[in-house]
């Protein structure tokens, strides 16, 4: 089955960019998306990328996807202390079912 | 408006308790979800109803029983559960186009 990996852990200073790694297996997968969960709440949708595009922009975010590589990035620009949350990637296996990463805590610090 | 809610925000159970999560979304989705999150894990699917019919059953155990009412409604009735099944219980909904998932703020379960 797919699997889907990012690093446990990043921490930045206020202002920075933080850019947040996933790797999958699935070359098939067809919609990659980014998720945000704060202590305690539910997911948030943050930006989805098409399989066929290699880069979304969304304000502060940036998605770029490595099909050939099967990797996706998210780029924070001007990192702020209400992004410290947990990051997590998940891919579309089939129209019904989504695998998430292992997820990536991001502390950002003042 | 991307919402959708959950209720209760915090249950506490006993094994022996019969108890009901309830989800809604007035999005117009036609895929609706129960996932499973232990802490600092990513959330585990555990059913998926696609036109208010079952579709997707990760081989969930039996005192966990989902119900769909309507296409709006989803349903998590819980009887004689684990210590082990405390975690967060999220719902989510699809729109089906991009099939990018809508969550709710999830049910915390301590189950005593």
């Known amino acids: 089955g797919e699997d889907v990996e990012q690093s446990l852990f990043l921490s930045v200073r206020e202002g920075d960019s933080s850019v947040i790694n996933c790797t999958y297996t699935?070359?098939?997968?067809?919609?990659l998306y980014w998720y945000k969960q704060e202590p305690g709440a539910g997911l948030q949708l943050l930006t989805y990328i098409f399989s066929n595009m290699d880069m979304k922009q969304d304000q502060r975010l940036t998605v770029l996807l490595n099909k050939k590589d099967k990797h996706l990035s998210l780029r924070i620009a001007d990192t702020q202390t209400g992004d410290s949350a947990i990051y997590f990637c998940a891919v579309n296996t089939g129209f019904q079912k989504l695998v998430f990463g292992t997820g990536t805590r991001l502390l950002v610090s003042p | 408006d991307t919402e959708v809610t959950q209720t209760p925000k915090h249950l506490v159970m006993g094994m022996t308790n019969k108890k009901s999560l309830k989800c809604e979304q007035h999005m117009g989705h036609r895929a609706m979800y129960w996932y499973k999150q232990k802490a600092k894990k990513p959330p585990e699917l555990m059913f998926v109803y696609s036109y208010e019919k079952l579709s997707i059953n990760e081989s969930v155990p039996s005192r966990f029983s989902p119900e769909c009412p309507n296409s709006s409604l989803l349903n998590l009735h819980l009887h004689a559960l684990q210590p082990e099944d405390s975690a967060l219980y999220l719902c989510?909904?699809?729109?089906?186009?991009?099939?990018?998932?809508?969550f709710g703020p999830g049910t915390r379960l301590t189950v005593t």
């Open positions: 699935d070359s098939s997968s067809t919609y």
């Open positions: 989510a909904s699809t729109s089906g186009s991009t099939y990018e998932q809508y």
